[in-house]
Every structure is written in structure tokens, then in C-alpha cells.
């Protein structure tokens, strides 16, 4: 190859029907004519020049930043309620108020219960139901998200904090703060990283996990251990201490549970030509109001049954949840300090050291579990990640400051929750308001309430969380997305639950990182209207670092065992960097001193770009129609001495 | 939309002109009709059926694997001398020897001054400058790589071992392990995660460590500290105390190698007419000789002169090398344990511990320098880097047995071994023969070199290694290359410099995931043959679960701010996973909940197979014709009941 007159990098003539832009942003009712679509693409006959795209503000000056920041769309869009109160009316009022109702019922045994999943007094799963209502009301984005504890962040939370109270109140703290910042900061995009498979594998490992510790409360026995294994072990040496009466309430009121949910799920009438009547109808609606307060009838009945037994018999063959501290609590600033057991003082460094890589897996999960129930229940509906973020964030700080542990949306109140026909974040007032009438008045009561039965309603709730039944699409979508998928369920099992989901986002993010390395090719051989055979070779992704090394040599590889020109197709590399741009320098180097050609079809102006930047201009040559490869490859071999030459061109 | 007769994914009707398989192997001489290339492409004129592109082999059986991995091509690959050998003849014996022997005069002062650079007396230096060589001869597949110490691999021996004489000779012996299973296991890819900024970035760093290190034999002064800054701290804090004659001597050592170096790239008469004449070739080669060989011209001067300072005057106004033990190390067994300076032992799993990171940075970096000299000396031939790694894992473990610390290919010897016209490998024999002499006879007179004149043979040399032309070109070709470049730069200054690269690495590696998590799009609206809008969104890259959401919200947001139909046109999708499918089967429920219409428009049937195994059939509708979108748009508009019906179709 010599100093031939090739054609250079063209913005219009890169043939991409529809050209990427750098940076997208939508410009609903303005005809944008992007530069790249001034010329009518060849092939695409209904193309139009109406690019609704532009280039990103990134020109944009920071007074207009500021004013496109403060205007009342914005308003709406950090403070939601400013958008839907102006509408709000008797029906949606109706609709959160029964709405509210039901979730406050089935949130207060489910508060008792998760505490007891957190390894903390019953009544700090309460603390953290009433004031994340309130907030999330003004500020959230999800009608149907009932914040408060959930079984995910009650087990990490006695996984990290271990059952200290002052810890699990500042983790709170730190994770509402946490998730505030990510929100701010726009660090969102991380759950991304948590791939579906990830997700599916931790949800179901947390979900034995949670069912295995409430195995002690259905047995009455002493259960040691932290991971999976060691608490089943513990489970079967101490099984022949097991209470008789504890298992036979706890598997009575699981068989109820269930029951009742299957009851609640039941639809008269559906297969009726004409419908369901309006008996049916009723009789389908007490049904479901079966199903969903289930959890509140189970425990209420016990619970009678448990003060029945303490008032006349004098004292209970089951195990009750004793006394609990009645009233609601007055705001505290979170604890920065606490004395350890060995009456040493742990200050605040050595407390975030203990909550350690906590501090960042649970506001990820929490975040994770609140918008994977927000796109569940968005009805087509954009979500705003960054606006759920700030409002979980002042809702956990809030709640931190009512020493509550780490909580927020929880799927199974949420389903009850859209069930019961929410309208707005209104429902939370009458929800939050329960807990605090509960917190008041009724905490006497709660003491009654047998050990087993809370037990139940965990793990009858919990099963249905392990997700066995992706497992058969993922198998028939794409097998590899198994291995993370079960990495993360054998690890989460088998580890501290954080690592587990950690080392599962990392075997992921190896298969992006391979999918990177590891361009796949096509290798055609072709002939020019001439009759000058030539390969054509086709990338289909882009040229990254760690590609480069490996197209180059699968190039060379190809170029040496098949003495033609070679053309290399550049439609699909949409980006490229300095190393790959080092890497084209060398190949092309390498083929101009095997005297062989080497061209680049179509090649996007902003990978030309690149380079041309480093490479040598009379190596890297570039074309962009078809009929222009005879003329260069005639050039070409007027200068390469092995070829006869051919016919001198007129061009 | 509702249950229309669609059209369903079709392998031969999906139109990219060259289709990427999904595992590559080259078949040179037969021709291979490829399932998807049975249907000539429509608009590449030139397409022939010819793929000379096959499935790789995952369906070979064990038996013809074993039986093609033992042939000859295999035993020449895996033994590169059996290749060269028959053919080897007097012309490359002379090129070898003169190579060689160049190469010797080299690598003696190097490996003198290196093992300063280890922190390790100096016969260790010239421990692991033979043996290697001789394994290389028969295994290495780069003629121009004389095996040895180098200046990056003894700066981190320094750092890792901190001048422990067993734990560098056991960090040797892992070396070679791992670099061995590295080759072994096919981990070499790994390399490739080392771009080229960050690549640059710690080599200059390294460059800017190691002359750092020689300024306190430069100045004959006590320097503490292991950081950069720290080091220069300590060297203006001691200045004072600086002896007259070392600096001195330094200096005009220093001054005489540039002078040196400068004269051996002198070319006489080369812009003369008629090119050089024989006196001005025999010139320059006298010239280039001298450039070439000035480190052992340096070292045998001031070596002269420390021996009749010595023997004339009693001592040396300068500090010398000392007494070194002299003869060819007798083979032993790596050290599995050592004494601490505190009288402790350390067992293999405290050692092991110890060395830590540096067990993983230490062989990467090896390879690392290894492969690249590889690349510059290949003349465009193929780097077989699993070799590589087999050459120089044997090569590190051999070494290991002579009490070396670890080594490998060391850029300046190449270059001098090229320049000197080297053949084959074969001169690795004559370079370690010259060692051998030297341990066996001269290690008497190397006591007398004086210490500044090793340290100005580092600095002059280390020099030319900080890379600070790379960053115009960077600049030019992407500005965000500097970014990974310049912290690895900076961190490797900072902190310990395997610390600086893993953190540089990871920083490119966001890059990459950055790159996956957000793909661009382009959104035209365009119309149908039948004048029906439609939104046309193409987005540029693979679906991968980081970005999956991201690609949701940004297609929602576009089709409900257009109520028209949508297409996504999925050409440069060439791979997808679960979580993308998931995302789509969303995508498809939320655009039917909105009544609004969705096609994909030529989906890879790969790709395809992946979204219909979770999305709902009826919400997913492919296409691949143009024509066929009327046909679609009509039989949902019939269905649509927004919209006024269109006349019925005769289809």
C-alpha cells in the first residue's frame, strides 16, 4: 500500500440507517434535522429527516441548568403530592381509605414478626410503621408502596447489626442517608448492576433464610449458628427438646394461613356465561377480605386463645411474646455510640467498621425491593429511580430518629395494598395512623400473642418468595444466565448474605466484562464487480481494551492464511477507545509491511476519528461505497510487487 | 393488539448482511455454506455463499480433540524449537552469536544494577540471567526476548519481597507456577484488561519509582520511606549529608551514556545522494556499537577506576559495590520458610500471605511486558501468548531453582538484541554462557564498580521510559483515556504500585461497564407506505441486564409522549440475556396495557429465541419486510378502539 489518494472519514457518508447519537434527549414537538440525517439514507425508503433527538444540554449553561431545575414541573416531579392533590377527590379519598385500613391490619402482626427476624424486641418493628408512611406520602412516587420493615431488610439487618439495637437504629441512619446521596448524586443506576438472575437468587436464598430462623419460634428450641447449614444443624441436635404444643398451634395456624390465602384467591361465579351475580360478587369480596387480613385473624385469634389461657389457667403451654413497652416513641437522635457486652464503648467509627459492607448492600437492596414493586404496580408508567430514592432516604432517616431499623417497600403489603384499590400515597396516613393507635392502646394485648403463630405467618408469607419458577425460563432464554443465578443462591445460603449477593453481582459483571473481550466475527470471502476476490471481515460490537489484542490477532490470522486484501466492516463498532485505536496503528503497520491491503468499510466519523488519531493516514484507509474498493485495490496493485500490474485507471 | 397471525422469528430472514456466529473457526481451503448464508444478503451485491466460517467445534468429540492437539503443527507450537531447528544454517548461527554476545554485554551491568533496584545483593541479579535464557531457547516463540531481570519486575520484587532473599526466590517459584497455569488454563485474556492509558500510566510511574530509588547511590545518602513522596521527603532531608565525589561521578556517568546513546543513533551519510559509503556504514556501526554496548563501557571504566583507586590509594573517594560472592549458584529448592529479623519463622502460608496481591500483579505485569516487547518484535506474525506464558512460567520456575527473583523480557535488551540481527532464540545461549563466565571469573573485579556509576546506568535508561508522548495522541484520540491513564499514574506514585495498577484497572473496567449500562439510541418518526407515523427507536448495542431499565424508561418515555405506533429496530442487538428478556416481556405488557402498538423490526434470531421464551406471544410481534408493517399497523388498528376502524384488508 502507498501514498494513494483515499477517501477520508465523512460524516454524511457513513451509511448507519439510524445513527446513534452521542447523547439523547427528547425534543417532544420541534423538527430536529441532525446532521448525520441531512442525507436521505440509501436503503431505508420511509426515512424521514424528523429527528426528535438532539445532542445532551452539555453546552447548556448552568443559569439555564438552574431555571430548567426550579420550575414547577420539577416541583411536581420532587414533590409529588403537589401533583395529584389538586386532583385528589371523594372517590380516591374512599379508595385510600380502605386502602390504608387493610394494610394497617396486616402490617402490625407482620411489624411484630419481621422485628423478631431483625433479633430485636417486638415492638421496634412498630417504631418504624407510622412516620415513613407519613413522609412517603408527600414525597413518594408509588401509590401502592406501604413503606415500613420487610423480611429482606429485617434479615440483613440482624446479619449486619447482630441484634443490637443502637446499631440497627444507626444503620437506619446511615442507610437512609446512603440512599438519599445515591439519589442525589444519581448514583442509581448501580441496582442495574443487579442482574434479574442475581435478584432471583438472593430473594429465594433470603426467603429460606428467613423460614430457617423462624424454625426455633414453631419448635420452641435453641437454635445456634448464622449461616443456612450451621442453623439447620443446630436445628436437628435440638430438635428432641422441641415443646408439643408450640408445633401443633404453629402448623395449625399455617394450614389456616394457607388455606385462607387460597380462599382469598378464589373467584365465583368467573365461569358463569352471564358473570358473576352480585352474591357471587359480595361472597368473592369477604373472600378476599379473608385472604388478606388473614394474617391479623390468625394472630388475633391466638392471641385470645393466649390471654385465655394466662387469665384462667394461669399460665400458657405455648410460648407468648411477652411484655411489651407500651406508647409511642419520642424522637431521639440515633445512637453514635454504644457499650458493647464486654462493657467496652464502641464510638462511631468503630460502629460503622462493625456494620461494615452492610452499610452499602442494604440501601442497594432496600432500593432494589421499593422500585422492583414500583415498575410491578406502574401500569405502563415511568418510574423515577432518583425520586425514590430521596423519598426511601428521608423515610429511613425519619424513622431512624423513631428507633426503627432499616425498612421499606414490602411486595406482600403492596399486593394487598393495589388489591384493595388504592388510589394515591394517601392510604399511608390511615395505616400510619393505625400503628400509632396500636403503639398506644393495644400493646397490652400483643404480649398474648403466641411465638408460634407470629412464626407462621412468617414462613407461610415467606415461600412463596423463592422464586423456583424463573428458573424454568431462564433455562429456556439463555442457560449462562443460570450460573449467577444459582452463585448467588448457594452463596447468600452459604455466606454472610451480603457476600453472597456481592460475589454474585461480580460473576455477572465477569460476563459483561467477557462479552467485552470477546467480539464475535464474521469472515466472508468476496468478489469486486471487477473480480478481485477480497475478505471481508465483520465485528459486531464495538472495539474496547480488552477486545483489541484479540481482533487483532484473529485478523492477522485470517489475513495470512488467505494472501487477499482484506476489508474490515465497521458498521457495527459504534465506539472505540485509545488502545484500540493503538491496535488498528499496529495492524494496520503489520499488513503494509506484509505488502498486503487492508481497508475499512463504513467506518462511524466518531470511531474514524479516533483513529485517525493515531494511526498513520497513508495505512489507515477508509471507504464508504462499494464501487470505491475496485479503484483502491487497482491502486494497490500498481504498488505491491508481487501482482502483475494491471491496466493504468483514468481516475 | 390482539391475536394476530405475526410473523415469527426467521433465521433466514434476518437481514445483517454479515452474520456474526457464534464461535469462530477458520476452515482455509473448504467451503462452508452457512445456514444463514443460504439466502443471498439483499443489497450487498457482491455476497457469495463461500463462508469460510464454520461453528467451532463444542460438538468434536474428547477423541479428536486429543488426537489434534497431538500432531505435529501442536508440537511445533507448544516447542518452537523443533520448528526452527531444521532449518537453522550459518547465516542465522552468525546472527545469533553476534546477538548474543551484544545482548551478554548488556545484561551483566543490568543485572548488576537491577538486584540494587530488588533491594537484593548483587549476584542475584546474575542468578537469573542464565538459565532462563537456555529454557527460552527451546520453548520461547519471540527470538528478540533474552529472559533476565528487568527494571519493572525488580521494582515490584522490591516492594512485594521488601529485600528478603527467600521471600523474592519463593515469589520466582510462584511466579513461574502461576504464569504456567495462567498458559495452562487459558487465563491469558486477562492481560487484555490492561489498557493501554493505564498500561502507560504505570510503566511511567514505574520509571519515575525506580530512578527515585537510585538517587540515594547517586548522592551516597540514607533514603527512607517506600512512596514516591516519601522518598523524595527523605532525600532533601538528607541532601546534606551527600558525599562530593559519588554525585559527582554519578554525573558524569550519566552525561556520558546520553552522549553515548545519542552517538549510536547517529546514521552517516544518510542524506547523502547516493546513501552511505562504506567507510561511513563501518562509521556508523562502530557508532551504534559503541551506544549499544556504553552500560558495560560505563561499568568496566569506572570499574578501573575503583580497582587502581584501591590498590594505588588504600580506598575509593567513592562508595563501591563491595565483595560478591563468586561461581554459578549450585540448583536448590526454592525456600518454603525463612527467619524473620525477630527471630520468628515464617511458613510457606505466612509467606505466601505476605507477598499477597504481588502473587497476582507480579505475573500479569511479566506477561504484560513480555507480550508487548512480543508484539513490537513480531513483524506482524501472530503472538501466541498461551506459549508465552508456558515459555516464561518455565522460564520463572527454572530461575526460581537458581536463586533468582523473578524476571522476564526486558524491553532495552530487545532492542539491542533486534538491532544486533538476531535469528532465532538460539542467542540466548551465547548471552547465558557469558553470565556463567562472568559468576564463574569476573565477580572478583565487580566488587570495584562504584555504586553511583550502576545507579547512572539505571537512571539514564529508566528515563526514556516515562511515556509522556503517549498523552497528545490520547488527547486526540479520546480524551477519557486519560482519565484510567492518569490515575493509574498517579496512584502507582501514591501507593504500592500493585495497588496503583489493580485500582487503574478497575477504573477502566467502569468504563466498560458505563459503556454497557447505557447504550445510545436514535428515535426518528417515520412513516409507513400508507402514511400511518410510527416511532422508529434504534438502539446501538447489546441488551444486557445493566441497561435493561434504562432502555425501558427510554422507550416509555418516547412512546407515551407520541401516542403512535412504535417500532424498535433491533439490527445491532446482537446479544441479549434473561433479564433484557424480562425487561421486554414488561415492556410488551405495559405497551399493551396502553393499547398502544409495539413491533420489533429484525430481531437476530438468537436474540429472539431469548425474548419469546419469557415474553407473552401475542404481546411480542417481529418483523422483518417493511412491507409487513402496514400489514400489522392495520390488523391492530381494527383492534385498537381508540381509533376510527380502516377499511378491511383483502389479505
Known amino acids: ?185 444519581g448514583l442509581g443506576f448501580l441496582i442495574n448492576f443487579v442482574s434479574g438472575p442475581v435478584s432471583s437468587g438472593f430473594t429465594s436464598a433470603v426467603a429460606l433464610m428467613i423460614a430457617t430462623s423462624q424454625v426455633k419460634d414453631l419448635f420452641a428450641i435453641t437454635v445456634n449458628g448464622t449461616t443456612f447449614l450451621q442453623q439447620w444443624i443446630s436445628v436437628f441436635k435440638n430438635i428432641h427438646n422441641a415443646s408439643l404444643w408450640d408445633p401443633i398451634l404453629g402448623f395449625i395456624c399455617i394450614a389456616l394461613l394457607l388455606s385462607m390465602r387460597k380462599i382469598g384467591m378464589l373467584k365465583l361465579g368467573e365461569k358463569c356465561p352471564d358473570g358473576p351475580s352480585t352474591r357471587q360478587k359480595v361472597l368473592t369480596k369477604c373472600m378476599w377480605l379473608l385472604g388478606t387480613c388473614r394474617n391479623a385473624i390468625v394472630v388475633i385469634l391466638t392471641g385470645v386463645l393466649g390471654y385465655w389461657f394466662v387469665n384462667t389457667k394461669g399460665s400458657s403451654p405455648v410460648r407468648l411474646m411477652g411484655a411489651i413497652p407500651s406508647g409511642v416513641p419520642v424522637p431521639t437522635v440515633p445512637p453514635f ?112 400473642i403466641p411465638k408460634a403463630a407470629l412464626a407462621a405467618v412468617i414462613i407461610s408469607a415467606i415461600l412463596f418468595m423463592v422464586e423456583y419458577d424463573v428458573v424454568k425460563p431462564m433455562w ?20 454472610p448474605i451480603e457476600m453472597g449477593i456481592l460475589t454474585g453481582v461480580v460473576v455477572n459483571i465477569v460476563f459483561i466484562l467477557y462479552h467485552a473481550a470477546r467480539p464475535k466475527f464474521s469472515v466472508e470471502m468476496l468478489k469486486t464487480d471487477h473480480g478481485v476476490e477480497y475478505l471481508m471481515i465483520t465485528p459486531d460490537r464495538c ?38 485505536a493503538k491496535s488498528i496503528e499496529q495492524l494496520t503497520a503489520d499488513f503494509h509491511a506484509r505488502q498486503q491491503p487492508l481497508y475499512f468499510y463504513n467506518v462511524k466519523p466518531s470511531v474514524c476519528s479516533i483513529f485517525e488519531a493515531v494511526a ?21 496493485e500498481r504498488l505491491a510487487p508481487h501482482k502483475p500490474p494491471p491496466p493504468p485507471l483514468n481516475a
Not at 444540554?57 to 411536581?76: C, Q
Not at 392533590?85 to 387493610?102: F, S
Not at 439463555?478 to 447468600?492: E, H, N, R, S, Y
Not at 477486545?547 to 487477499?564: M, P
Open 1 to 185: 500500500m502507498g501514498h494513494i489518494n483515499h477517501p477520508s472519514c465523512n460524516e454524511s457518508r457513513y451509511r448507519l440507517q439510524h445513527d446513534p447519537r452521542d447523547k439523547y434527549k427528547m425534543i417532544p414537538r420541534r423538527k430536529h434535522n441532525a446532521s448525520s440525517g441531512s442525507l436521505p439514507p440509501p436503503d431505508d425508503k420511509h426515512a424521514s429527516n424528523d429527528y426528535i433527538l438532539s445532542d445532551s444540554g452539555s453546552n447548556e449553561g448552568w443559569r439555564a441548568i438552574i431555571k430548567r431545575r426550579l420550575n414547577r414541573k420539577t416541583l411536581h416531579k420532587r414533590i409529588p403530592i403537589t401533583a395529584w392533590l389538586p386532583k385528589y377527590n371523594t372517590e380516591k379519598a374512599i379508595g385510600d381509605l380502605i386502602a390504608g385500613i387493610t394494610v394497617g391490619l396486616t402490617v402490625i402482626p407482620q411489624s411484630l414478626a419481621y422485628s423478631n427476624i431483625a433479633g430485636l424486641p417486638p415492638q421496634y418493628g412498630l417504631y418504624g410503621s407510622f412516620l415513613g408512611c407519613f413522609i412517603y406520602i408527600f414525597l413518594g412516587g408509588c401509590r401502592a408502596v406501604p413503606a415500613g420493615p420487610t423480611a429482606i431488610a429485617s434479615l440483613l439487618t440482624w446479619q449486619v447489626a447482630g441484634g443490637v439495637i443502637e446499631k440497627a437504629i444507626l444503620l437506619n441512619f446511615l442507610t437512609g442517608l446512603i440512599e438519599l446521596l445515591m439519589g442525589v448524586l
Open 337 to 448: 455510640s454504644y457499650v458493647r457486652s464486654d462493657n467496652t464503648t464502641a464510638d462511631f467509627v468503630d460502629m460503622v467498621s462493625e456494620l461494615g459492607s452492610g452499610l452499602l448492600v442494604i440501601p442497594l437492596i432496600v432500593l432494589l425491593e421499593d422500585i422492583a414493586i414500583c415498575k410491578a404496580f406502574s401500569g405502563g408508567k415511568t418510574i423515577d429511580a432518583t425520586q425514590e430514592m430521596i423519598a426511601l432516604g428521608l423515610v429511613n432517616l425519619g424513622n431512624s430518629f423513631m428507633q426503627a431499623y432499616p425498612g421499606g417497600g414490602s411486595l406482600a403489603r403492596s399486593v394487598v395494598s393495589n388489591g384493595s384499590g388504592v388510589k394515591t400515597t394517601f392510604n399511608g396516613l390511615y395505616t400510619g395512623l393505625m400503628v400509632i393507635l396500636a403503639l398506644q392502646f393495644f400493646t397490652q394485648y400483643f404480649e398474648f
Open 543 to 580: 472495539l474496547m481494551f480488552p477486545s483489541v489484542d484479540y481482533v487483532r490477532r484473529l485478523v492477522t490470522k485470517c489475513a495470512t492464511s488467505n494472501s487477499v486484501p482484506v476489508v474490515i466492516e465497521c458498521t457495527h463498532i459504534y465506539s472505540a477507545d485509545y488502545t484500540a
Open 616 to 636: 498513520k493516514p497513508e495505512h489507515f484507509v477508509v471507504f464508504y461505497e462499494d464501487d470505491e474498493l475496485d479503484r483502491l485495490l487497482a491502486a494497490d
Open 476 to 495: 429456556r432464554a439463555k442457560k449462562l444466565d443460570l450460573i449467577p443465578g444459582l452463585t448467588t443462591f448457594v452463596l447468600c445460603l452459604a455466606l
